[in-house]
């Protein structure tokens, strides 16, 4: 008689099972419906398992279904297996790589003697679609290093030796089959081929070898997929969506930015661009200057020893840039703290003065590789709204939660919600392991004081300390990191800093290092696609355009333009010579919030016709009625 097992399910139900039971085994137990729909398991909340694993032990047990996050992600992985399988079928001679999931899906990258094109993706697809019909299973099989070895030399499949060579000889190695197929994995995987419901293979793009740019470049395929083809149609549409919203796209429609070969990666802002970003600047300048904050300015250039006084140099000089001056040695500075530290240092400070809040529109300059650039999005110089906190340990949970109240005022302004990760000590972190339990401490705190939840973010960390970061989601529900708050006790005793304490004695700071928008550059891309381009009133390079029914009624337009110029609002006439038509068109283009058609009704009313927009009628108002309204909704910066 087979010896019986424990299984504790994820409903808390315990269960006995014949030793050597199969995942299979036991979620059909459960439910025919259950055993149709899962894909895997979750043991002990450690690890992952396939269907056909053996419980040999007493075990809590999570059955996973594919339409669960988890089982989503192992139905992707098998689809990167999948399209090797049918890559391998159609091109023999390719030479396969790796094929991880990543966020919507997966890829697969290889060397291939031919680019792929999209005709290649079709056909790949269409032979995808066809292993999916085949139901192949997909069979684990545990194999010594040497048999491995030995199949891939065979196979003459050159990356996954070297892959192999990572493994440690004396560990046996995981390998997956379905039908022809093999490949070195460590799972989980779909029961079988057919579990895969809706895919579509995105583009192709290029790849160094394991991240090294002197290693070989290899073509990627990206792939999506999803536990049904509803949430597939979803996602495309999503995509078709976020390719009309694209900040590049719009930023060039809209005159708001350009590149150039003489700058790469380094944005310039044309007119209306930069009216956007110093609305940007002003709306925090307001908010920081309710809060004490002090706006200060340090250089863009400095000595490369005080980089290495810093930190910066062991953990960042790769992605700095250096010059030379009189024969001494110059860096751009990467980022603003190190100069905020020279300021503190540059007065003497007592307890009483503390807390000491510097902060600035600071430039910075990244090297990117040319590859990693995204229009505003990734570029190579951009401007940071540091704040750095030089305060007492008796200070640092009250002066968060004052940077958390900054922070949820401007993120509510511009209608983004978010979410929030603590990321704790990383490898590379300056020594103390005292101080650095004293920071997470510190950080947890304030987190668990405020009620927020919270994504725990292990080892992710800056190198001087822990941080809270926050992701705002935009329109389309995608996420972006941007605001920080890092608490730093390392930098302060680098540079040597102090303040005089109630008993006369020095006493290094705390210094809490602070962003709200976090790249300036970043954040205005960001905007630009969350509201399509169809910014607020109260951030619109042109508020409003004024078109005259005829060149008669010019005059009228002028007296308009006049009385709302002085009540603070950008407006503009098209005095063209276009027609009515073509003007209306054109000025909504150019995502104008409000314009306004003026004729012989609106002269002798001393009214305005308006049109917003996205709206298809207009209407008439007074134009005192007009300039009240608009003048409220830019000074409170109003969404609508």
């Not at 661009?273 to 200060?296: C, H, K, P, T």
Request: glycine share 6%.
């Amino acid at each position: 008689m087979n010896k019986m097992i424990k299984v504790v399910l994820a409903d808390g139900s315990k269960k006995e099972y014949p030793k050597g039971s199969t995942v299979a085994e036991i979620a059909e137990s459960i439910s025919v419906s259950l055993k149709k729909k899962a894909v895997g398991a979750k043991i002990n909340d450690e690890w992952f398992v396939d269907m056909s694993h053996q419980i040999e032990e007493d075990v809590h047990l999570a059955i996973i279904t594919i339409d669960s996050e988890e089982g989503v992600s192992i139905m992707r992985h098998s689809s990167a297996h999948v399209m090797a399988q049918a890559i391998k079928r159609l091109y023999p001679n390719v030479q396969l790589a790796i094929g991880p999931v990543v966020e919507d899906g997966f890829y697969y990258d290889m060397k291939l003697a031919h680019s792929l094109t999209s005709h290649d993706l079709q056909a790949i697809e269409k032979e995808m679609k066809k292993i999916i019909k085949e139901n192949l299973p997909f069979t684990r099989k545990e194999v010594s290093f040497e048999e491995a070895q030995q199949l891939f030399e065979e196979k003459e499949e050159i990356f996954k030796l070297e892959l192999l060579e990572t493994i440690p000889s004396n560990e046996s190695i995981s390998l997956y089959q379905q039908g022809e197929f093999i490949d070195l994995c460590r799972g989980t995987h779909l029961p079988s081929t057919g579990f895969i419901k809706a895919f579509k293979l995105m583009r192709v793009s290029g790849a160094y070898w394991r991240g090294d740019s002197d290693r070989e470049v290899l073509q990627r395929v990206y792939g999506v997929a999803f536990s049904s083809q509803q949430q597939l149609a979803e996602y495309l549409e999503m995509i078709e969506e976020a390719a009309k919203r694209d900040h590049r796209k719009l930023g060039k429609q809209l005159e708001l930015f350009m590149f150039s070969e003489e700058a790469p990666g380094m944005p310039f802002y044309l007119p209306k661009g930069q009216i956007i970003r110093n609305e940007l600047e002003q709306f925090s300048r307001e908010l920081q200057g309710g809060a004490d904050y002090e706006e200060v300015r340090t250089p863009l250039m400095m000595n490369e020893r005080m980089w290495k006084q810093s930190g910066h140099w062991d953990h960042y000089h790769e992605n700095m840039y250096f010059s030379e001056v009189d024969e001494q040695k110059f860096a751009l500075k990467p980022m603003n703290c190190p100069g905020h530290m020279l300021i503190f240092k540059n007065s003497l400070y007592s307890y009483r003065d503390l807390p000491i809040r510097l902060s600035e529109f600071g430039q910075v300059h990244r090297h990117e590789y040319s590859g990693a650039l995204n229009g505003m999005l990734r570029v190579r110089t951009f401007c940071q709204d540091d704040a750095h906190l030089f305060v007492r340990e008796d200070q640092i949970e009250a002066e968060i939660k004052s940077i958390f109240q900054l922070i949820d005022k401007v993120y509510r302004t511009f209608g983004f919600a978010y979410t929030v990760e603590l990321s704790t000590r990383p490898d590379d972190s300056l020594d103390g392991d005292d101080i650095w339990e004293l920071a997470e401490g510190a950080l947890r705190n304030v987190l668990e004081q405020l009620e927020i939840d919270y994504i725990l973010n292990e080892g992710d960390g800056a190198f001087y300390g822990p941080k809270i970061d926050f992701h705002i989601k935009d329109a389309l529900k995608r996420s972006h990191q941007c605001a920080t708050i890092q608490l730093d006790f390392q930098m302060p005793k680098l540079f040597n800093l102090a303040y005089i304490n109630e008993n006369n004695e020095k006493v290094c700071p705390v210094v809490i290092h602070r962003a709200i928008y976090g790249s300036l550059d970043r954040f205005f891309g960001i905007l630009i696609e969350h509201f399509a381009g169809a910014f607020p009133v109260w951030l619109a390079p042109i508020q409003v355009e004024i078109i005259p029914v005829s060149n008669v009624h010019l005059n009228y337009c002028l007296e308009v333009q006049s009385v709302l110029k002085e009540a603070g609002v950008r407006v503009k006439i098209d005095d063209s010579n276009e027609k009515l038509g073509y003007k209306i068109r054109a000025g909504q283009m150019q995502k104008i919030p409000y314009l306004l058609v003026l004729g012989d009704k609106e002269k002798e009313q001393n009214a305005v016709n308006v049109r917003k927009y996205g709206e298809e009628q207009s209407k008439g108002v007074s134009l005192e009625a007009f300039k009240q309204m608009i003048g409220k909704q830019i000074k409170e910066r109003s969404l609508y």
